[in-house]
């Protein structure tokens, strides 16, 4: 029983990572109308930014805000590569330009690194509360997240840009006639998106193992959260990250860790088909 | 074409009087004819992969080009088709015949039960959900003990014997592949020319108007990924077979199903003949690309390459270009 408690704690923690990767999807396909499938290797390229920028020296937790500076630069020219051409038209061209560019990324990156595993060892005591201990690691990953998570939350709802980001998202052609200059709202959206996808890799590379390909299994991941927390909705995201973290937390004491993607397929299906608006969704009327 | 009233008579005339049905035939027929002059293998070879390619690109088409659906999935079909046929010709001991078709059949029968419930999702949820399905069901299959796991199934090589030996064997999966591909383009051909594949495109250019017309899309989307999973099923029935090993690092490969999206952005989606050409195209490229000394690890980054100037600058494919510079083609080639 003492087992499942601590398992569930940590689900929360780790989710709320996850929560984070998602926030990042969410915020480019909720303002920009894009699904972003060159997600994956913006969460893995955070996960090696970690991993160069520690070797060269660089304490972990100070390659935050590098990474998140970094990641908003190539997502800003991910912009004008794959994404700016193909806004307005059928989501199936948006679909296989951003697919493309994750192929070409993850090429390049096998070709350089192979498939190994990496890992980054971060050293933080860990946190001992009665019978239960949790790993350092995991509760600042967690506390990290939160404090982004406000800041962005702050950022959309209380300064003049973050209100613009929402306008566009939602009705572009509003927002235009009042004279807010949608395409560069819409390049710094998917800007901080990408950001916050390499920071969530980043901090998800403090915790596991990881290697060039696992920016897929994550991404599923960030679709089942966005899926649990309602399109387009950041705070939701982060909820709908913890809940996924539960699901991990209560289902790996019970069967073997290779079922886990399994589960959370299914129960992307099926929250997709019983509730297409998310379950976490906001009631509009 | 002779006889009927001018205009209409193309669109009237029996599937098998049309020019067209004969261009198919001919691509066939040039298939299965190139290697067996001078009896080369190393032709033979390349153009088993290219039929392949073709045949799931020109499967795929039936989602992406008509009702506008992409399906980053499709390998599924191919490598759980690949699964069904080795298994049953194992330890159960089915001639190969048998082992393709149940394949095909059971494979079809499942895509028709998972698509009424993926379908029910639409434009890009659809696309997520296919992404889901190739993980799925390979997380599934390396973990199901009677598939032999992640090691996968081995099959005796005596197998080969009842097709006359191991070489005469790689000749008739040749052959069978061919056909495969041969049928793949007529059922292309055949829904495009149908009420059916009218109903697809009108998915295609917009599902709620499609809808208020009376499509019913629910059911035609599931139809369409149904049809289309039983030929791949076959193809990769047959492709397991020649190499009488399955596992599911192989069998749901990624590259596969990338690669025959890239093949139907390059031909033109939604036309009948540019899977093939795209596919004949893709193939040269890869053999040029696998030898040259620079390009060898980068297939992928190529392809990617390739698909985004596609999507970005040539959304039509080589059909569309063709199409645009001489609109009378439009009339021969679909």
Redesign the interface.
Known sequence: MSGLFASIIDGVLVGSVYGLAAMGLTLIWGVTDVVNLTHGSAIVAGMFGLYLLTSTGVPPYATLPLILVGGFLVGLLLYWICVHRVIGRPPLMSLLSTFSVNLVLIGLGTAVWGTALFNVPVALPSVSWQRYTFPGTHILAAVLTAAIAGCLYVFLHRTRLGKAIRAVANNRGAAELVGIPTTQVLSLAFGLGVALAGVSGMLIATLFPFTLLSGDAYQLKSFVVIVLGGLGNPTGALLGGIALGLVEGLSTPFMPVSWTLVIEFVLFVIVLIAYPNGLLAPRRA | MRGGAPGGSAKHAAIVRRPFFWIIALVIAAFAVAPLLGNDVELRESLLLAAVYITLASNLNIM?GYA???N?GSIVFFGLGGYLCIYLMGSPGWPLVAAILVAGAGVSLLALLFGL??L??R???F???T???N??VQ??V??FDPWGGSSGIYLSTELFQALGGPMQALWSIYFLLVAVMGLSLYLSYAIKSSKFGLGLLAIGQNEDAAAVLGVPTALYKALAYSASAFLPAIAGGLYFFKSAFIQPTDAFDLTFS?EA?VII?LGGQGTIIGPVLGGYFYEELRGWLLTSETFS?????V??????LI??FL?GGLMGWLHGRWPKLRRVLE
């Open positions: 992406l506008g659906y992409v980053f419930g993926i029910r999702l434009g890009a949820y696309a997520l959900g992404i889901g399905v993980e799925a997380a599934f390396s973990n990338t999206i952005m690890h980068f297939q992928l980054v392809a990617g390459v390739l698909l985004l999507v970005l959304p």
